[in-house]
Every structure is written in structure tokens, then in C-alpha cells.
């Protein structure tokens, strides 16, 4: 089970750090992303981590902004989301998979568990 955390509403500019807990299984050994569904959208890619943290995936459109990180003996998710804009606005999902060869992090059929979301709103 994977529980989202840290959404709210920020203004233009501002920081946010999204969580995402784990439990009811290990995830320490599987890749682990973010994505995201604005209203009226389809749900994209945000970024994404191996399980080893050797590789990071990062959207174009939140490169040099977001960073994603993980902390593997507390089955942690972490995304910090810097410079944020008014595009940012959407419901945040976690996810994770194992067995996600690196070129398929980005995609979200890869993944097998998914979070329930935490919506960021983001003001200008």
C-alpha cells in the first residue's frame, strides 16, 4: 500500500515536498515514480527512481525544479517540487513497480502499485 502526503496549496514560486509511504510490503527493491493528472488531463510522468538510486527520471517540463528521492529502510518516496508554476496543479500519485527496466520508468503501465493522490495547487 502506498500513501501520498504533503499537497496543499502554494503560491507561484513557492516549495512543496511530497511523501509517499509504504506498507504492507517491501518496496526497498522496486522502482519507484510520481505522476500527476490535472483537471481535464491525462495523467503524466512527474519522475521517477531505481530502487538502487543509481538512475533518476525527470520530465522535461519540471527539470531543474523537482527532485526526486528515496529512503529505502523507512520505504520512503520523496519529491521535492521547487519554483512551482500554476502548470504544476494537479493530484500527485506515487507509484512502484519491480522488475521496471529504465527505459520504462516514464511509462505508467510499468508500475503495479499506485498510491491514492495528493493534490497540489498551485496559485499565481
Known amino acids: 500500500q502506498l500513501q501520498a502526503s504533503g499537497g496543499g496549496l502554494v503560491q507561484a514560486g513557492g516549495s512543496l515536498r511530497l511523501s509517499c509511504a509504504a506498507s504492507?510490503?517491501?518496496?526497498?527493491?522496486?522502482?519507484r515514480g510520481w505522476f500527476r493528472q490535472a483537471p481535464g488531463k491525462e495523467r503524466e510522468f512527474v519522475a521517477a527512481?531505481?530502487?538502487?538510486?543509481?538512475?533518476?527520471y525527470t520530465a522535461d517540463s519540471v527539470k531543474g525544479r523537482f527532485t526526486v528521492s528515496r529512503d529505502n529502510a523507512k520505504q520512503m518516496l520523496y519529491l521535492q517540487m521547487n519554483n512551482l508554476k500554476p502548470d504544476d496543479t494537479a493530484v500527485y500519485y506515487c507509484?512502484?513497480?519491480?522488475?521496471?527496466?529504465?527505459?520504462?520508468?516514464?511509462?505508467?503501465?510499468?508500475?503495479?502499485?499506485w498510491g491514492q493522490g495528493t493534490l497540489v495547487t498551485v496559485s499565481s
Open positions: 507509484a512502484a513497480g519491480a522488475r521496471i527496466i529504465v527505459s520504462a520508468l516514464p511509462e505508467g503501465s510499468a508500475y503495479d502499485f
Open positions: 504492507g510490503r517491501t518496496f526497498s527493491r522496486s522502482a
Open positions: 527512481i531505481t530502487w538502487t538510486s543509481s538512475t533518476r
